[in-house]
């Protein structure tokens, strides 16, 4: 272990990674090296993308390991394959073991992932010019939704949060390939608790903050750190010509009491990607109706299969849902499973099995969130009895409710999460309490 003040360096082992949390919640930025799930997560990627294309998988090898430009349509079946990976949360399940390990405390929300794929210019051009992609590819619609393939530009000097919040988000971010010194996040670890908040990227601000930390990452390391820390682009310039390079920065979002979908639209439970047994790693639901229970006593998928099917497949009956519920009860329990089903039981006539999945949520979660979201749904279906047990199990929860303060700075906007206080007026006013 290297340490120099908020900068810590360790090799990457699953059974020692349970400081983490506490190292993390204590301001310091971790590189871990030679971390097994990335180099494993990459081959995937390159394997959905070419789709047993030897050319293209040759493509991509020689992109990541010699930095060599793939061709157009290699490109565009790595684009293609990027979103299948998002779409189903692969990173997701290759880092959940990791993050299991590192000691947070719960609820512990997984991203899917965001690509930074930053290509010259002018073969950014050529990209466009092909008309095989969507708008977002080069710019996201909102900041919260569905995030762009490729990084045109870099992004201004920043920490992740800059409102007020009660939880704790921390980013892995690591390259595709080795990645120098000028190629790596730039960081200031010593400025976390300085009242220094949002700036662009100019020559007096980068001047006037000093050296960023000093280090380099080779494939399969990664750099983990509070998102609240300073933080902007490598030193490299984006679109420069015959330059190239692939990150991910991937987010985790601890003691959070919500979906975090006020942040970005696609976190998920980590309790959704631990498997039961030897499982597979399936990159998304497959297209062919099956027993679900079947399944699941054969392959032992984590959770993550069964809700993407019930996330995409327009075909499920009143069986599919009666037994996902089955299938779910087996799994360590997380909200955002049952909420899912729930609500499509209830646009599918299934009340009875809506009214079971809510029951988990009453029963199990801590979280007024979720209990004030089940009641809502119950009560927009004109199930008022229902709507009212979860408001009361709600207003519970808000009667011991203690906010937590994790923000190294104090921010000046003010938060955009559904607050304690605001639930329990709505609450308090719907029981006549």
């Given amino acids: 272990m290297c340490m120099n003040k908020q900068?810590?360096?360790?090799?990457?082992?699953?059974?020692?990674?349970?400081?983490?949390a506490s190292m993390l919640e204590g301001g310091?930025?971790?590189?871990?090296?030679?971390?097994?799930?990335?180099?494993?997560?990459?081959?995937?990627?390159?394997?959905?993308?070419?789709?047993?294309?030897?050319?293209?998988?040759?493509e991509l090898l020689c992109f990541y390991e010699t930095a060599v430009l793939p061709s157009?349509?290699?490109?565009?079946?790595?684009?293609?394959?990027?979103?299948?990976?998002?779409?189903s949360r692969l990173l997701s399940q290759f880092l959940a073991p990791l993050v299991k390990k590192m000691g947070f405390s719960s609820s512990i929300l997984l991203d899917s992932g965001i690509s930074r794929l930053v290509l010259p210019r002018g073969l950014l051009d050529k990209i466009r010019d092909t008309e095989q992609y969507d708008s977002v590819d080069f710019l996201r619609d909102s900041a919260d939704g569905p995030t762009e393939t490729f990084m045109i530009g870099a992004a201004n000097i920043h920490r992740d949060f800059n409102r007020v919040h009660h939880l704790f988000q921390c980013n892995i971010w690591f390259p595709m390939h080795n990645a120098d010194t000028d190629e790596v996040l730039r960081i200031w670890p010593e400025l976390y608790r300085s009242d220094v908040l949002d700036m662009d990227v100019t020559p007096d601000n980068l001047h006037r903050l000093g050296s960023p930390v000093n280090y380099k990452l080779n494939f399969g390391d990664a750099i983990i750190f509070h998102g609240e820390h300073l933080h902007t682009s490598p030193v490299c310039e984006h679109g420069a010509q015959g330059?190239?390079?692939?990150?991910?920065?991937?987010?985790?979002?601890?003691?959070?009491?919500?979906?975090?979908?006020?942040?970005?639209?696609n976190f998920c439970n980590l309790n959704n990607f631990i498997a039961l047994g030897n499982a597979s790693l399936p990159e998304i639901a497959d297209n062919t109706t099956g027993n679900y229970i079947e399944r699941f006593n054969k392959k032992m998928d984590s959770a993550n299969y069964y809700l993407l099917a019930l996330e995409n497949r327009k075909?499920?009956?009143?069986?599919?849902?009666?037994?996902?519920?089955t299938v779910f009860l087996q799994y360590p329990f997380a909200e955002d499973r049952y909420f899912t089903l729930m609500k499509k039981a209830l646009e599918m006539g299934m009340d009875v099995i809506a009214v079971k999945a809510a029951e988990?949520?009453?029963?199990?979660?801590?979280?007024?969130f979720w209990l004030f979201g089940c009641g809502k749904t119950f009560e927009n279906y004109e199930m008022d009895n229902n709507a009212q047990e979860l408001y009361r199990r709600c207003y519970e929860v808000l009667s011991t409710f203690i906010p937590k303060n994790t923000m190294p700075v104090e921010y000046v906007n003010g938060s955009n999460e559904l607050l304690a206080e605001d639930v329990l007026k709505i609450v308090t006013s719907k029981l006549n309490v």
């Fill in 72 to 87: 157009l349509p290699t490109i565009y079946a790595l684009r293609c394959g990027i979103q299948i990976a998002q779409s």
């Fill in 243 to 265: 330059y190239r390079r692939h990150t991910f920065d991937f987010r985790i979002a601890t003691q959070c009491g919500d979906d975090n979908s006020g942040y970005r639209y």
């Fill in 315 to 325: 075909d499920l009956v009143e069986k599919d849902f009666s037994d996902m519920l």
């Fill in 360 to 368: 988990q949520i009453k029963t199990y979660s801590p979280h007024y």
């Fill in 28 to 58: 310091n930025v971790i590189i871990l090296r030679d971390v097994l799930p990335i180099k494993a997560f990459r081959q995937h990627l390159i394997e959905i993308s070419c789709a047993g294309d030897d050319d293209i998988r040759e």
């Fill in 7 to 20: 900068f810590i360096e360790v090799m990457y082992s699953i059974e020692g990674a349970s400081k983490i």
